[in-house]
């Protein structure tokens, strides 16, 4: 994608397909998150599945791929770098606005 002559990929896990937990891993480190920073808690395969459990980060990734609709979005890449843009404005961050 390219917006005002900036070029980033969004990441659509919705769209495009689920995402590895390797890929997944690969991301929340570009973005310098912790995979509890990346969780929606009010979802309820959370309940289910992560709350009231104590997992470890790696535990955690591999059910958030499992569960897409827990990632956070949307995530957006550029380069090597990567923003949770939630709120919008974290887009500042790469540059981008």
Same mark, same amino acid.
């Given at each position: 994608?390219?917006?005002?002559?900036?070029?980033? %990929?969004? /990441?659509?896990?919705?769209?495009?397909?689920?995402?590895?937990?390797?890929?997944?891993?690969?991301? *929340?480190?570009?973005?310098?998150?912790?995979? $509890?920073?990346?969780?929606?808690?009010? @979802?309820?395969?959370?309940?289910?599945? +992560?709350? %009231? $459990? %104590? *997992?470890?980060?790696? $535990?955690?990734?591999? +059910?958030?791929?499992?569960?897409? @609709?827990?990632?956070?979005?949307?995530?957006? +890449?550029?380069?090597?770098?990567? /923003?949770?843009?939630?709120? /919008? $404005?974290?887009?500042?961050?790469?540059?981008?606005?």
């Amino acid at each position: 994608m390219i917006k005002n002559g900036i070029e980033y %990929d969004a /990441v659509n896990y919705l769209k495009d397909g689920p995402l590895t937990a390797s890929k997944l891993k690969t991301l *929340l480190q570009m973005a310098g998150l912790k995979p $509890q920073e990346a969780i929606r808690t009010k @979802e309820q395969a959370y309940k289910q599945l +992560v709350a %009231d $459990q %104590d *997992l470890s980060d790696e $535990q955690l990734i591999e +059910v958030m791929a499992a569960h897409p @609709e827990l990632i956070q979005r949307p995530i957006v +890449v550029r380069g090597k770098r990567a /923003v949770l843009a939630r709120p /919008v $404005q974290k887009l500042a961050d790469l540059g981008i606005k």
